[in-house]
């Protein structure tokens, strides 16, 4: 009778196990958590940990609660796609991808075949409606056609640089940004006075530098990645380059602004696509984030969290299936997030502001809002 | 004048770093003829080493190296334990294979115990720049240059004049026959993976303030210490620090004087010339012929 009575409890609290995970909402997420894009997309995590952490405390959606799981992408191409397939096989309802553009771009066909919605910090034009993207991926971010060309416009008018150059990694992340920069610079009757590249791996600029520094530049626009801008900061100084010094957004993250040795960056800018931390209206977000991460909030973070609420309201609003959520996706209109303001509605490409910051005392401030 | 002097600086301590790289990479083929790949990341440990120990925990920079080195030489006397010495006697690509299996290990290792966002590790002499002449020089990047002459030199001296030098060099070129005259080939061998360690945590403490320290960095060393093992001739000691040189060389003297864009072109196009006018690389060695 004992037994039976045990076999009994348990079974009852298994199925009480079953119907929790059941009533779960899984939501997938496909980023590096190892490799070299380990760092850069850790924020990423956070940003949706913090938006779940908050859904939950709400309630759920619809009264479910919603489940992350993660797929780590390896910080490799293949694995970004491998990565994607695993999570399809958990059946989640939407998938906050990795923010590396050449691994969406290799992941679109998967994307388009299965529908789910997906959302994805990757900046690469390539990936607006009008060109490869498809219906069911949203950009949480400005993309890289408005974020180039807003820095240029900085450079010309707000510093009033005549004579402008370009240093950009040789990957197609800085190939698009050469070609945005040109184009802005072209719209203006310009055109720029120096282009140098270096590979990702590289960490001497010295010869570009000097080239740079010879071609007697005002104003110097630098993309690539947080090592990267690293070297060049240190470089610039010690080659005593006298040009206004624009980064791309990895060259002020915070966790890059810590590796500035000895205010090596302070005078120099940056671009980004919001400052959640100095907006005083998302302050009280931006301290939450600090004391759970240690590490102060960043517009990536910011604009993963905004995306699983803005997918939140359309499960909410619409229901589960993915058609559905699509659909309610694609009628958002100026929605405005933590690091953003989302448009959807008449293939809109997602994120549309860009700000220009300042290093000040080894932090970010906000230097000008960029149309 | 200018420019090329303060290219020159740099290639030359770029190539210094390629240099010791590509040394301690020689060492365990000279020695036990096995290639080690997870060399990378052997060096990113040594830049890992000394943040914990500088930033981290706040230690004097000088203890900080020191305590690099030893955590190195302790990854090294590990791997001879648990990797090479099951190894020997097979196939080398079945140490290879083990080897880029434990690098990935390690690399994941990195972020799980020192987290994914870089880091940096600041140098001997602060971040501000001196003056010498018509260039701008980073103190540290003399200490580098200065290092290198200063172990490579000594090393070669090592190997060449003492006793255990000579032993090490008879057990890279002939085991059995040094076995037979009584050196402890085994014992040679434990050294060679202790040294190779050793200039590993040297180059990874001394790459971090230049390099920013992230899970991925040794990798890239390692290609262009690899490049240089090739060039100056396999399983050669002194290829590896003249190949090392010339890498470093060629790559800043082509980014200034012909294109950015096709720095690493220009840079392996030159190895290939090398390798064409001396397919074993600028200094072979007799060891070259067992491999």
Redesign the interface.
Same mark, same amino acid.
């Given at each position: 009778m004992k037994l039976l009575t045990v076999l009994s409890a348990a079974a009852l609290a298994l199925g009480a196990v079953s119907a929790q995970a059941q009533s779960d909402i899984t939501l997938g997420m496909v980023v590096g958590t190892t490799g070299a894009f380990a760092g850069g997309e850790a924020p990423l995590v956070n940003g949706v940990k913090l938006a779940v952490e908050d859904v939950n405390a709400k309630g759920g959606v619809g009264g479910r609660k919603l489940k992350l799981v993660i797929e780590d992408t390896g910080s490799e191409q293949t694995g970004a796609v491998n990565a994607y397939n695993r999570i399809l096989a958990q059946k989640p309802v939407a998938i906050m991808d990795t923010t590396v553009s050449g691994f969406v771009l290799s992941q679109l066909g998967a994307i388009e075949d299965e529908g789910v919605p997906t959302f994805t910090g990757a900046a690469t034009a390539q990936i607006a409606l009008d060109k490869k993207g498809v219906a069911n991926l949203f950009r949480v971010r400005t993309s890289d056609s408005l974020v180039p060309g807003a820095a240029t416009r900085f450079a010309a008018r707000n510093l009033q640089a005549k004579r402008i150059g370009v240093l950009r990694v040789n990957n197609e992340y800085g190939a698009g940004w050469r070609s945005a920069i040109e184009g802005a610079l072209a719209e203006m009757g310009m055109k720029p006075a120096i282009v140098e590249s270096y590979e990702g791996a590289d960490r001497d600029l010295t010869p570009q530098l000097l080239r740079i520094k010879e071609a007697n530049v005002d104003a110097l626009i630098v993309a690539g990645d947080p090592p990267n801008h690293v070297v060049a900061v240190q470089q610039i100084r010690q080659l005593g380059l006298n040009a206004k010094v624009i980064m791309s957004n990895s060259g002020v993250l915070p966790t890059t602004l810590r590796l500035y040795q000895g205010g090596a960056a302070d005078g120099f800018y940056g671009t980004v696509d919001s400052l959640p931390a100095a907006n005083p209206a998302h302050k009280a977000w931006a301290d939450r984030y600090k004391a759970a991460f240690n590490v102060d909030a960043d517009y990536s973070a910011a604009e993963y969290y905004d995306g699983v609420m803005m997918l939140a309201d359309a499960i909410a609003k619409a229901g589960e299936k993915p058609a559905d959520i699509v659909k309610a996706l694609r009628a958002l209109k100026d929605r405005a997030g933590v690091g953003n303001t989302y448009t959807y509605a008449d293939k809109g490409d997602g994120g549309q502001t860009v700000a220009i910051g300042e290093i000040k005392g080894g932090r970010l401030e906000l230097a000008a809002q960029v149309k | 004048m200018e420019?090329f002097l303060?290219?020159l600086l740099?290639?030359a301590?770029?190539g210094c770093i390629y240099a010791f790289v590509a040394l301690g990479f020689t060492l365990t083929i000279a020695a036990a003829g096995v290639v080690n790949f997870a060399y990378s990341e052997w060096v990113t440990f040594g830049s890992y080493f000394g943040v914990t120990f500088a930033v981290i925990l706040g230690w004097p920079l000088w203890l900080a190296l020191g305590a690099s080195i030893a955590g190195c030489i302790a990854i090294g006397w590990l791997f001879q334990l648990f990797v090479f010495t099951p190894l020997e006697g097979r196939h080398f690509l079945t140490s290879v294979s083990a080897t880029i299996g434990i690098a990935l290990a390690m690399?994941?290792l990195v972020?799980l115990l020192w987290?994914?966002?870089?880091?940096?590790l600041?140098t001997f002499f602060?971040? /501000? &720049?001196v003056q010498i002449g018509t260039i701008?020089?980073?103190p540290h990047n003399l200490l580098i240059i200065a290092l290198a002459v200063l172990i490579i030199g000594g090393l070669q001296l090592a190997l060449t004049r003492t006793s255990i030098g000579l032993r090490l060099q008879a057990t890279a070129q002939d085991p059995m026959a040094a076995r037979l005259m009584g050196i402890p080939v085994r014992r040679m061998r434990t050294l060679a993976y202790c040294l190779s360690a050793g200039i590993a945590g040297l180059s990874g403490f001394l790459?971090a303030?230049?390099?920013?320290v992230?899970?991925?960095?040794g990798?890239?060393l390692m290609?262009k210490g690899f490049a240089a093992t090739i060039v100056g001739g396999w399983g050669s000691l002194k290829g590896a620090v003249y190949g090392g040189l010339l890498v470093g060389l060629i790559?800043?003297?082509g &980014?200034?004087y012909i294109s /950015?864009?096709y720095?690493?072109l220009i840079a392996f196009a030159m190895i290939i010339v090398v390798l064409l006018v001396r397919p074993r690389g600028l200094f072979p060695e007799r060891i070259a012929e067992k491999l």
């Amino acid at each position: 009778m004992k037994l039976l009575t045990v076999l009994s409890a348990a079974a009852l609290a298994l199925g009480a196990v079953s119907a929790q995970a059941q009533s779960d909402i899984t939501l997938g997420m496909v980023v590096g958590t190892t490799g070299a894009f380990a760092g850069g997309e850790a924020p990423l995590v956070n940003g949706v940990k913090l938006a779940v952490e908050d859904v939950n405390a709400k309630g759920g959606v619809g009264g479910r609660k919603l489940k992350l799981v993660i797929e780590d992408t390896g910080s490799e191409q293949t694995g970004a796609v491998n990565a994607y397939n695993r999570i399809l096989a958990q059946k989640p309802v939407a998938i906050m991808d990795t923010t590396v553009s050449g691994f969406v771009l290799s992941q679109l066909g998967a994307i388009e075949d299965e529908g789910v919605p997906t959302f994805t910090g990757a900046a690469t034009a390539q990936i607006a409606l009008d060109k490869k993207g498809v219906a069911n991926l949203f950009r949480v971010r400005t993309s890289d056609s408005l974020v180039p060309g807003a820095a240029t416009r900085f450079a010309a008018r707000n510093l009033q640089a005549k004579r402008i150059g370009v240093l950009r990694v040789n990957n197609e992340y800085g190939a698009g940004w050469r070609s945005a920069i040109e184009g802005a610079l072209a719209e203006m009757g310009m055109k720029p006075a120096i282009v140098e590249s270096y590979e990702g791996a590289d960490r001497d600029l010295t010869p570009q530098l000097l080239r740079i520094k010879e071609a007697n530049v005002d104003a110097l626009i630098v993309a690539g990645d947080p090592p990267n801008h690293v070297v060049a900061v240190q470089q610039i100084r010690q080659l005593g380059l006298n040009a206004k010094v624009i980064m791309s957004n990895s060259g002020v993250l915070p966790t890059t602004l810590r590796l500035y040795q000895g205010g090596a960056a302070d005078g120099f800018y940056g671009t980004v696509d919001s400052l959640p931390a100095a907006n005083p209206a998302h302050k009280a977000w931006a301290d939450r984030y600090k004391a759970a991460f240690n590490v102060d909030a960043d517009y990536s973070a910011a604009e993963y969290y905004d995306g699983v609420m803005m997918l939140a309201d359309a499960i909410a609003k619409a229901g589960e299936k993915p058609a559905d959520i699509v659909k309610a996706l694609r009628a958002l209109k100026d929605r405005a997030g933590v690091g953003n303001t989302y448009t959807y509605a008449d293939k809109g490409d997602g994120g549309q502001t860009v700000a220009i910051g300042e290093i000040k005392g080894g932090r970010l401030e906000l230097a000008a809002q960029v149309k | 004048m200018e420019t090329f002097l303060q290219v020159l600086l740099s290639g030359a301590t770029m190539g210094c770093i390629y240099a010791f790289v590509a040394l301690g990479f020689t060492l365990t083929i000279a020695a036990a003829g096995v290639v080690n790949f997870a060399y990378s990341e052997w060096v990113t440990f040594g830049s890992y080493f000394g943040v914990t120990f500088a930033v981290i925990l706040g230690w004097p920079l000088w203890l900080a190296l020191g305590a690099s080195i030893a955590g190195c030489i302790a990854i090294g006397w590990l791997f001879q334990l648990f990797v090479f010495t099951p190894l020997e006697g097979r196939h080398f690509l079945t140490s290879v294979s083990a080897t880029i299996g434990i690098a990935l290990a390690m690399q994941a290792l990195v972020t799980l115990l020192w987290g994914p966002y870089p880091l940096t590790l600041p140098t001997f002499f602060g971040s /501000s &720049a001196v003056q010498i002449g018509t260039i701008s020089v980073f103190p540290h990047n003399l200490l580098i240059i200065a290092l290198a002459v200063l172990i490579i030199g000594g090393l070669q001296l090592a190997l060449t004049r003492t006793s255990i030098g000579l032993r090490l060099q008879a057990t890279a070129q002939d085991p059995m026959a040094a076995r037979l005259m009584g050196i402890p080939v085994r014992r040679m061998r434990t050294l060679a993976y202790c040294l190779s360690a050793g200039i590993a945590g040297l180059s990874g403490f001394l790459v971090a303030p230049l390099f920013v320290v992230t899970n991925t960095m040794g990798f890239g060393l390692m290609l262009k210490g690899f490049a240089a093992t090739i060039v100056g001739g396999w399983g050669s000691l002194k290829g590896a620090v003249y190949g090392g040189l010339l890498v470093g060389l060629i790559e800043a003297l082509g &980014a200034a004087y012909i294109s /950015s864009e096709y720095k690493e072109l220009i840079a392996f196009a030159m190895i290939i010339v090398v390798l064409l006018v001396r397919p074993r690389g600028l200094f072979p060695e007799r060891i070259a012929e067992k491999l």
